[in-house]
């Protein structure tokens, strides 16, 4: 909406206080998440296309219904919205499993969302991936660091393998999740590139929990999924030989809010590892 409105992302950074890299990177995610683009680029600035123009007359629509509900539930005294990634339910419990109050309200949504809505104090707290670079007023703090592990079906041919090498996996289709993916996608395939090898890539999955489903269906194999993570009997977790950058689960926070209790609840998770 302030794109829109400013007419460039120069400006819109400019009046939301954040960089423009940043609002850049959080547009190309949206994009990619809702699968067209919201606006046409040029050297002039940038206008909404149809497909833009039909999202803003929903979005305002909606942030102004939240905007209302976030004041009727501050009247009520408030609580806390925590927003979480997909994949991340675990996480989200073992944070919860911490607290002493009752007044938290989960909310699934993507890290890029997260971030924006942190920074423009419609959410407190988030779980997420780690992300790029963040608007000032958001802190960060990781949770774990996982080692990206291939996920097999246990009758796959590859699955007998103590660790197998990017090369030995290229062929196979890799499945990917759509949310949160843009980031992860890009991991994972430079790992690849720089190995000098073009991955097959298979179909997309909507979430982390349908990943898991089309590899024990027999689809392909993913690199998404933590290793930790409860999957059915029939798959398994195989190491990968070459240093690809772990997956960063972080716990992201507005720093003007009253979340102290989040943040104790999150540094301990991160030192119980």
């Known amino acids: 909406m302030a794109i829109a409105r400013a007419g460039s992302l120069r400006r819109a950074a400019a009046a939301l206080h954040i960089a423009q890299p940043t609002l850049s990177e959080q547009l190309r995610a949206l994009e990619k998440e809702i699968g067209v683009e919201l606006f046409s680029r040029s050297s002039s600035g ?67 969302e997260q971030v924006v809505s942190i920074a423009d104090g419609a959410l407190q707290a988030g779980l997420g991936y780690a992300p790029g670079s963040l608007p000032r007023g958001v802190g960060r703090m990781l949770i774990h660091r996982f080692p990206v592990r291939a996920l097999l079906h246990r009758e796959h041919h590859l699955a007998q393998h103590e660790a197998l090498s990017l090369s030995d996996l ?25 190995q000098r090898l073009h991955p097959r890539l298979g179909p997309s999955a909507a979430s982390h929990d349908l990943v898991v489903s089309m590899v024990k269906e027999g689809a392909g194999y993913a690199l998404c999924v933590r290793e930790g993570t409860t999957v059915p009997g029939t798959l398994a977790f195989v190491p990968i030989k070459e240093d690809v950058p772990p997956l960063d689960v972080v716990f992201l926070w507005n720093r003007q809010a009253d979340v102290q209790e989040l943040v104790s609840a999150a540094r301990h998770l991160a030192r119980s590892g």
């Open 46 to 112: 940038v206008t909404l296309t149809e497909a833009g123009e039909a999202f803003l007359a929903q979005a305002t629509v909606a942030v102004d219904a939240f905007e209302r509900a976030v004041a009727a539930a501050r009247c009520t005294g408030g609580t806390a919205r925590l927003g979480v990634a997909d994949g991340l339910a675990d996480v989200a419990a073992r944070l919860l499993s911490q607290l002493h109050t009752g007044r938290l309200r989960m909310a699934p949504m993507g890290t890029a």
């Open 170 to 194: 290229a062929g196979e289709p890799l499945i990917m999740p759509e949310s949160d993916a843009v980031a992860g996608a890009r991991r994972f395939l430079e790992a690849f590139v720089r």
